[in-house]
């Protein structure tokens, strides 16, 4: 049957003749390295079965760069500018960019609308690729950039096994040298406040924490771990929660500083002292934690590095590297022996290393 009987045919079905993903069709046509011969072949020959004529104007705007970026946060205004972390990414972002004559367009997507408008946009070509940051585990948005033909890199990841690039930081080893560090302090009794489950970033500091418990030889207890959302507020609600389900306990471990700021204030509420009473560990090492009374204990990761590492890695991506591990049409890489959090080798997986920073507030 040929596609033009029912009109002029679409890339939806060309994809689905040759057996490949829209974007596949979409690097094809405009011609990039990054697509296997295989692909390339069921492309053509799907093209002429079908008489599949792309859109002039799309292709010519695909056919030039326009040295813009769009770095894409998932979150309100609000916490956008109360949160370090996302300052730090910026800054990264942005310093790796302008070394590389790169436009860098900022976007916040909070809604379903939002985020189809940004795919609009994206379809008419006005960016070379998309640096995506805060995404949660059911978020659509990194496969359909992909399917679109654009380059992504994103900032963490959403599942173990994410197939799209990524950098991110050694979660687990955050979790476990934060407990270790308690438990040489002398605590037994330690509380987590935990991230959104949704977002892979808390399930892997919970996990750390979890681990770290072990080799510690404490016994695991549901009642000592309370999730809250990387909020000051979310901190504080989650502490309360812990205060009134275990009031013995003597040390919180926060997935981050912003959070630890919101205990540190729950347990000013309920007359516990910082450390003599309850010790207090954060992460991300931002500012919040040098200017808390007193001073939070933090594990670092590398905020500033991780975006230049991201942008670097765009970089490459635009430049035509090769198809994403883990694909359709190549394997993911090997694994690293050993290596955190189980990252792959290669360019387009990258975990760099946390490092605790001890304060007085453990």
Do not use: C
């Amino acid at each position: 049957m040929n596609g033009r009987q029912n009109g002029r045919p679409t890339l939806e079905q060309v994809a689905a003749r040759a057996g490949v993903g829209r974007g596949t069709v979409s690097r094809v046509i405009n011609g990039s390295p990054r697509v296997s011969e295989r692909a390339r072949t069921a492309v053509t020959r799907a093209v002429a079965e079908l008489g599949y004529v792309p859109n002039q104007a799309a292709r010519a705007l695909a056919g030039s760069r326009t040295d813009a970026i769009a770095l894409v946060i998932p979150e309100a205004e609000a916490r956008l500018f109360a949160e370090p972390y996302f300052l730090g990414l910026i800054r990264g972002v942005s310093t790796e960019l302008a070394a590389s004559d790169k436009q860098l367009l900022l976007t916040l997507v909070r809604t379903e609308q939002e985020r189809q408008r940004f795919e609009q946009y994206l379809a008419a070509q006005r960016v070379d690729g998309v640096l995506l940051a805060s995404v949660h585990g059911d978020d659509p948005l990194p496969d359909r950039i992909g399917e679109l033909g654009l380059p992504v890199v994103m900032n963490g990841r959403r599942t173990e096994a994410e197939p799209v690039p990524y950098v991110d930081s050694d979660n687990i080893g955050a979790g476990r040298a934060a407990v270790a560090h308690l438990v040489a302090r002398g605590r037994s009794r330690i509380a987590t406040v935990t991230g959104p489950p949704d977002m892979y970033v808390a399930r892997a500091r919970l996990g750390g924490y979890r681990a770290g418990l072990a080799e510690a030889g404490l016994a695991p207890d549901e009642g000592l771990v309370a999730a809250g959302d990387f909020t000051e507020e979310g901190g504080r609600r989650a502490t309360r929660l812990l205060l009134d389900r275990r009031p013995g306990l003597d040390a919180v471990f926060a997935a981050s500083d912003v959070m630890a700021a919101g205990a540190r204030a729950a347990l000013r509420e309920a007359g516990r002292r910082v450390p003599g009473d309850v010790a207090l560990v954060g992460v991300d090492d931002s500012p919040v934690a040098r200017l808390m009374d007193p001073p939070l204990t933090s594990v670092r990761q590398p905020i500033e590095e991780m975006g230049r590492t991201m942008a670097r890695m765009l970089i490459a991506e635009i430049a035509g590297g090769p198809e994403t591990p883990g694909g359709p049409e190549t394997p993911g890489g090997p694994e690293i022996p050993g290596g955190p959090e189980g990252g792959r080798a290669g360019s387009r997986r990258r975990v760099l290393p946390t490092e605790l920073v001890v304060r007085a507030s453990s």
